[in-house]
């Protein structure tokens, strides 16, 4: 397989033998046949390693018996127009670096700024821009996600690979771009069904890959996949997508909700929780998946209150899990050393000691749940109070998923749906 795109060093994975192990199979590096016979290899190790270490202590509620908890502080909505202000902000950053192919450099400021502009960069706006439109009506927003859409169009080869840079594991940027896609073809179906027959291409694509190491970039493609199966109804995506989050985030959730090491960071958690929730939609309501169902229910509950249990007074999430070792806390102490980014119509600068984490990631995850099952808008609120009102920027991608997700719930609940009763997709704990 070849891969278009420089390698970036990750250092996020486990040290030791296993952990290094673990980040080499993750770069896919031997012919198919052997690639999928060593992650087989690791995803055995894994087992093995959960299976000595015993049942770990939980650092917050075990939540099942008691459902999806309220938020810890009480959080008012954020007015409409400081949200729609803080979509401002976030889209004239970006068009300070847009490019005329209807992608974003990198905030200058990056460390991935040399890699150039990335899948991800343009992927992860789609759904933010298309929020703030729902929201607030701007075509530009609109014109900006459907030319990130038709950017990552060129960006396809024939047999559905995409000419990536930045992340080095499939999972991930196939897994964005593939439901931007889809998400794009849902506003015109009859029109643009270039857009959905592209994101079956890449959606088959990782068909054909071994599943990845890390369990959120695994859980990454059940968004896609969830999103393909309910538009065109092929099996093949539905039980690629079961096989994922039983293999992963269901096999491997701590008794508090989060998951071990650095899959408990908030933002990685973010992208596990939204992946639980998709399946558990996208799940048909036949008696065979029942107990599927259950324990995805049970899994939502958890993960969503491990949010809960995370979030501070100030709405935000201190990301790092009790149990996150030295070299965790240590990463997470430089990020917030760095400081944030301000823009000022015109260039960008760093603010030292300003703290700002994007919760792009984190707003998407509850947004997704309070729009399908009803559930996780309290902490939404919270998130969007506790890092919308300094003006700060990070990453522009997350921030403008961030922004334009927390848009469309505040759209959602300004306009109350009818309900067919029987269609009651809210997760309980579940047999």
């Known amino acids: 397989m070849l891969h278009f795109h420089r390698h970036r060093g990750n250092r996020w994975y486990p040290v030791g033998l296993y952990g290094r192990v673990w980040a080499m199979t993750d770069r896919l590096p031997l012919p198919t046949g052997l690639n ?17 270490r015993g049942p770990v202590a939980p650092h917050g509620p075990s939540v099942c018996e008691e459902g999806v908890l309220p938020p810890r502080h009480p959080f008012a909505p954020l007015p409409l127009e400081a949200a729609a202000a803080r979509f401002r902000h976030v889209h004239e950053a970006n068009e ?15 460390t991935g700024a040399p890699l150039g502009p990335s899948v991800e960069e343009a992927a992860l706006r789609v759904p933010g821009y298309l929020g703030a ?88 493609p059940v968004w896609l996949f969830a999103a393909l199966y309910r538009a065109t109804g092929e099996r093949r995506f539905l039980s690629a997508m079961v096989r994922r989050v039983r293999r992963t985030a269901l096999a ?6 989060a998951w071990a090491g650095h899959e408990s960071w908030t933002w990685y958690h973010g992208i596990t929780t939204r992946a639980l929730v998709d399946a558990y939609v996208a799940l048909p309501f036949f008696p065979q998946w029942y107990p599927t169902k259950d324990r995805l229910a049970a899994a939502i509950s958890r993960a969503l209150n491990r949010l809960t249990a995370a979030q501070t007074a100030d709405g935000r999430f201190d990301p790092v ?18 400081g944030g980014v301000q823009f ?69 609940e300004a306009a109350p749906r009818s309900r067919d009763p029987t269609d009651d997709a809210s997760p309980g704990c579940g047999a």
């Open 133 to 220: 439109y729902d929201a607030l009506g701007d075509p530009v927003y609109a014109a900006r996600a459907e030319a990130a859409g038709e950017h990552l169009v060129r960006r396809m080869f024939a047999n559905g690979d995409l000419h990536l840079r930045g992340h080095l594991v499939p999972d991930l940027p196939y897994a964005f771009a593939g439901t931007a896609l889809v998400e794009l073809w849902q506003r015109d179906p009859p029109g643009r069904r270039d857009l959905l027959s592209a994101a079956v291409r890449i959606g088959d694509r990782l068909l054909a890959y071994p599943i990845a190491g890390s369990v959120n970039h695994a859980c990454a």
């Open 344 to 412: 000022d119509g015109r260039s960008f600068r760093l603010a030292p000691g300003a703290e700002h984490v994007e919760g792009g990631y984190e707003m998407d995850a509850v947004v997704t749940a309070a729009e399908w099952l009803g559930i996780g808008g309290g902490v939404a609120h919270g998130l969007a109070r506790g890092t919308f009102c300094g003006g700060l920027l990070q990453r522009l991608e997350f921030d403008t998923l961030a922004a334009g997700r927390y848009l469309a719930l505040l759209h959602a």
């Open 96 to 110: 300070a670096v847009r490019r005329s192919d209807g992608s974003w450099d990198p905030v200058p400021l990056d």
């Open 252 to 257: 491997f959730q701590l008794p508090d909700g």
């Open 321 to 338: 899990h009790p149990s996150a070792g030295a070299k965790e806390r240590r990463e997470f102490d430089a990020r917030r050393q760095r």
């Open 36 to 52: 999928a016979a060593a992650r087989a290899g690791v995803y055995a190790g894994r087992r093995v390693r959960h299976a000595i």
